[in-house]
């Protein structure tokens, strides 16, 4: 069983909107809630990169410039689930999406991704 289960991607025309979704069926709950988490994105033949991250009670969340505005992160513990609601989606976005906890010393497998593509 993965440790993360991403969905929620797909094709979209630049402006649009999608809503990931990212399920941690490995972690229980004590452990899941105690980490804070954050969705990662890795555009084609470049590196992956930090897009969003958000606090174990979802107080406190950071986001990379290029998506300030437009995403925003939360998450559900009692779902183990996290979320990225993207909006006003642009070409630069399209890129494989990922979840993983916030800090890269405590990083878990990576999961299968979801893609997402903004073209018209």
């Known amino acids: 069983q993965a440790y993360f289960v991403e969905s929620g991607g797909g094709l979209v025309q630049p402006g649009g909107s999608l809503r990931l979704s990212c399920k941690s069926p490995r972690t229980i709950l004590s452990v899941y809630n105690s980490y804070d988490m954050a969705w990662y994105r890795q555009p084609p033949g470049k590196q992956r990169e930090l897009v969003a991250s958000i606090t174990p009670r979802g107080g406190t969340t950071n986001y990379a410039d290029s998506v300030k505005g437009r995403f925003t992160i939360s998450r559900d513990n009692g779902k183990r689930t996290l979320y990225l609601a993207m909006n006003s989606l642009r070409s630069e976005d399209t890129a494989a999406y990922y979840c993983?906890?916030?800090?890269?010393?405590?990083?878990?497998?990576w999961g299968q991704g979801t893609q997402v593509t903004v073209s018209s």
């Open positions: 993983n906890r916030a800090d890269a010393q405590s990083f878990q497998p």
